[in-house]
T-cell receptor, first 113, second 118 residues
């Protein structure tokens, strides 16, 4: 079992609709959770982070965390063509000490105009 | 704040040659990370530094790989006797660490160095 699992996609969503990206993780000791966006050939760019159960909203983006189910998701409202990218879910086990990120393989999202 | 800088952006080398990459972190960040990313995969952790101390190395980091951060500022990653399997994007990230607070301990990535081993 991979430590962080994501559906690789591609996920196609019409422009203006809601895109829903999901991620599960295996390490119950994971403390913090991150969503990075990566355009083809570019480096990862942080979109959202969350470390408490529940929802966290930032503009068109909402991150949802359920530690009991070991599940984290990212919702993108009013999807735009510029949202087309690969979305990487990353988890961090420790809040102190080793703060390495463990990434999933990413979900490729395509917004259809 | 100029962001994380990596050099070179691209490196083509022949199998068996040595290569060295450089990373300059965001100036006030004391933590520096190296990751490797191959096509269709997420970044994989290689090693990280707190100031000049290398605190952890992944099993992925074979004896041919060495990383340094001599003065706690920039870092270098050297690969000796390169193999075709070393072809990947090498990403550097930096963060302020937990002293900045949980919500601010974010890793920011550089543009990466793409290595092609022929």
């Amino acid at each position: 079992q991979k430590e962080v699992e994501q559906n690789s996609g591609p996920l196609s969503v019409p422009e203006g609709a809601i895109a829903s990206l999901n991620c599960t993780y295996s390490d119950r000791g994971s403390q913090s959770f991150f969503w990075y966006r990566q355009y083809s050939g570019k480096s990862p760019e942080l979109i959202m982070f969350i470390y408490s159960n529940g929802d966290k909203e930032d503009g068109r983006f909402t991150a949802q965390l359920n530690k009991a189910s070991q599940y984290v998701s990212l919702l993108i409202r009013d999807s735009q063509p510029s949202d087309s990218a690969t979305y990487l879910c990353a988890v961090r086990r420790a809040n102190f000490g080793n703060e390495k990120l463990t990434f999933g393989t990413g979900t490729r999202l395509t917004i259809i105009p | 704040d100029t962001g994380v800088s990596q050099d070179p952006r691209h490196k083509i080398t022949k199998r068996g040659q040595n290569v060295t990459f450089r990373c300059d972190p965001i100036s006030e960040h004391n933590r520096l990370y190296w990751y490797r990313q191959t096509l269709g995969q997420g970044p994989e952790f290689l090693t990280y530094f707190q100031n000049e101390a290398q605190l952890e190395k992944s099993r992925l980091l074979s004896d041919r790989f060495s990383a340094e951060r001599p003065k706690g500022s920039f870092s270098t990653l050297e690969i000796q006797r390169t193999e075709q399997g070393d072809s990947a994007m090498y990403l550097c990230a930096s963060s302020a660490g937990m002293v900045a607070g949980v919500g601010k301990n974010i890793q920011y990535f550089g543009a990466g160095t793409r290595l092609s081993v022929l």
